[in-house]
């Protein structure tokens, strides 16, 4: 995959392409995800907050109406689809033409957030938690980002052992990828799942080994932004990570990764065009 080409995605018979590696900016609306600053209370604050992302240069907007930190309490399934399906219209609304990802395990809320505008499924489960996940994302037709984890949030934590977490992650990622092939599911992200069932030590060990996930032949998205990794690392809240986010990014680009998941995208589409003049040549 040449990294400075358009990637093209099929999005239920429409190809829309963006160029590699992109920016894809992380907006909440709930009440509960753990860095403050991505929280929004209502729609309509989101939406702005899209469109000034859009700005800063984001190529995508992930949406999240549930959440998936360690730890999180599962909310109600309706309380989820309502918040997507509002959240995702008012993006839509106001950027006509940014694609949007809805991020959940729930194949209804999948289901509602592309009925409202999305096109692309974020599941932090990798299609494993509903069984439905996979089958919707082949019928609606979209792509699907698979990220690795293990058991749902309140309890992901208790899940870290591995044998060798590079092999282990890249073992079981494969079985979601292979999975998700099965059901008729073409359009593919992997992501390796930082801090989703892996300790600080493992989750630098993924980064330090992410050039191993271009076997999967599939765009590679690192979510990285503010998580415990960093702030455990250098002693230090989330709302102070920003510099830790960028130093983080740009070893995951040096690693391969083509899609940087983040809170702050002018940062990491800085941290992008400075890496793609370093690396003229890279692909």
Excluded at 190 to 201: C, L, M, N
Excluded at 224 to 252: D, F, H, Q, W, Y
Excluded at 258 to 282: C, G, S, Y
């Amino acid at each position: 995959m040449n990294r400075r080409s358009d990637y093209v995605f099929n999005i239920n018979g429409s190809l829309k392409s963006i160029k590699l590696p992109a920016v894809v900016g992380v907006l909440n609306y709930t009440p509960d995800s753990f860095y403050a600053e991505s929280r929004h209370s209502s729609a309509s604050s989101l939406a702005t907050a899209a469109k000034n992302m859009a700005t800063e240069g984001a190529a995508i907007i992930d949406i999240g109406c549930a959440s998936s930190r360690p730890g999180a309490e599962v909310i109600p399934e309706e309380d989820e689809i309502r918040r997507a399906a509002e959240a995702v219209s008012a993006v839509r609304n106001s950027i006509p033409d940014i694609l949007i990802s809805i991020d959940t395990y729930r194949s209804t809320v999948a289901e509602a957030a592309i009925t409202a505008g999305a096109e692309i499924i974020n599941d932090i489960s990798g299609g494993n938690f509903d069984p439905e996940m996979l089958a919707t994302a082949a019928r609606r037709r979209v792509p699907i980002v698979l990220q690795h984890s293990r058991g749902t949030p309140d309890i992901m934590q208790s899940l870290t052992h591995y044998y060798d977490v590079t092999a282990d992650v890249l073992t079981e990622l494969n079985e979601s990828v292979e999975n998700a092939k099965r059901h008729g599911v073409t359009d593919i992200i992997v992501d390796p799942g930082f801090g989703f069932a892996k300790t600080t030590e493992q989750s630098f060990e993924l980064l330090s080994n992410l050039q191993a996930f271009k076997v999967f032949g599939f765009p590679i998205m690192v979510g990285l932004s503010r998580k415990s990794m960093i702030c455990s690392t250098l002693g230090i809240t989330p709302e102070n990570a920003l510099n830790g986010t960028t130093a983080a990014n740009v070893i995951a680009l040096m690693g391969g990764a083509d899609l940087l998941r983040v809170h702050d995208p002018k940062e990491a589409r800085q941290a992008i065009d400075i890496f793609l003049a370093t690396n003229k040549n890279i692909s």
